[in-house]
């Protein structure tokens, strides 16, 4: 299980707070928001501790534990001979001790050269013991600026593989053997992978100048085999079964044939269905939608009964409006056409006979060839 715990600021001003505790006698002050040194030239540290109802960091082996914290650079940087600016952070370390791991961006020689460094921590002096174990160059640290820090570390039986990170850029991979451990802070390693953390902010700044830490995170991401399920294999699954849509073929008649034969002569028109786009110089371009013509009739009963005229009607409503093909056979040609409606059924009474008589009637639509 992965525990996070932050600490976004040096929340009560003029000290470093309850949750901090100052390794050495003095040295910070918070503003409430973040902390800066007091004391010019001196190694300043300050580490987080936890209430008694927080167990702050356990891990046993083997773990991953993330540091991180800002550190900011002075307004203006010291131009003394000699003088120097170290800011860092201090992990791995108990309670009130220095036993642990440095992580430092220097700017020494008044700026002849900038070096990030990486030290064990022994405790028995009150000046802190260093173990060297890499100082390599960095760009030129720049006044006023913010360096944010991180240290992951990779904590093994007898092994520890840590990254350094600088605003997010990894800027060196190391691996600490036991040895090394052991010898560079008089502690044993094993002693640490049940042992409650505890890490913090380093500096020593020369010259009256204020330089400032702030914004110090540790994250307990667990043991190595939770890591896996934190970016699980994406599987492929199995594709799904479609469902097919069965769609109307054009010609969806059911057998229906017109029952009254319309008036002749029924003259078609063929339709060549086009799109038409007109630009703004105001031509008309147009394309054929297809290969082939629609055609269409008029279809004009000029003279009918009041018989006629209800079968029609119903003959009309009983396909759809315009949706169902139908068939008419061509008296003149003996030719079965398959047609649908494209228009409204207009009807109109032209004669009536006498009190109770029959009712004659004209009636029109249109209508336009099926494909088969």
């Known amino acids: 299980m992965s525990l996070l715990i932050q600490q976004d600021d040096f929340g009560v001003a003029g000290s470093v707070s309850t949750q901090w505790i100052q390794v050495t006698s003095s040295g910070f002050a918070s503003d409430g928001q973040k902390a800066s040194q007091t004391v010019a030239s001196l190694n300043a540290e300050a580490q987080m501790t936890f209430a008694p109802s927080d167990p702050g960091v356990v891990l046993t082996s083997p773990k991953i534990i993330q540091y991180e914290g800002d550190v900011v650079m002075p307004a203006t940087l010291p ?73 992951d570390i990779v904590i093994g039986a007898s092994t520890l593989f840590v990254y350094f990170y600088i605003d997010g850029s990894n800027v060196l991979t190391s691996t600490i053997n036991l040895g090394q451990f052991n010898t560079g802070t008089n502690r044993s390693l094993t002693t640490f992978l049940s042992a409650t953390y505890y890490g913090g902010f380093f500096t020593k700044i020369d010259g009256s100048l204020v330089g400032y830490v702030d914004r110090f995170r540790v994250r307990d991401i667990g043991v190595n085999a939770v890591l896996a399920d934190l970016w699980p294999a994406y599987t492929l699954t199995a594709a799904p079964t479609l469902t097919p849509i069965a769609l109307s073929v054009e010609d969806d008649s059911t057998g229906d044939t017109l029952p009254v034969q319309p008036d002749r002569p029924n003259v078609p028109d063929d339709q060549w269905q086009h799109n038409e786009f007109r630009p703004d110089g105001g031509h008309v371009v147009t394309h054929a939608r297809g290969s082939r013509s629609r055609t269409r009739w008029p279809m004009v009963w000029g003279v009918v009964s009041s018989t006629d005229h209800d079968s029609i009607t119903a003959f009309h409503a009983n396909m759809t409006g315009r949706k169902k093909a139908f068939t008419w056979n061509d008296p003149e040609t003996a030719t079965a056409i398959k047609l649908r409606f494209v228009a409204p059924l207009n009807a109109r009474q032209i004669a009536r006979g006498s009190t109770g008589g029959a009712r004659i009637y004209s009636l029109s639509t249109a209508v336009e060839e099926v494909f088969a």
Do not use: C, D
């Open 79 to 151: 131009t003394g001979v000699g003088s120097s600016v170290r800011m860092g952070l201090t992990v791995m370390n108990l309670a009130s001790g220095r036993s642990g791991l440095g992580f430092q961006i220097e700017r020494n020689a008044a700026g002849a050269s900038h070096a990030m460094r990486v030290v064990l921590r022994g405790t028995a002096a009150a000046s802190e013991t260093l173990v060297a174990l890499n100082n390599l160059p960095v760009a030129p640290l720049v006044a006023g600026q913010t360096y944010r820090l991180k240290i």
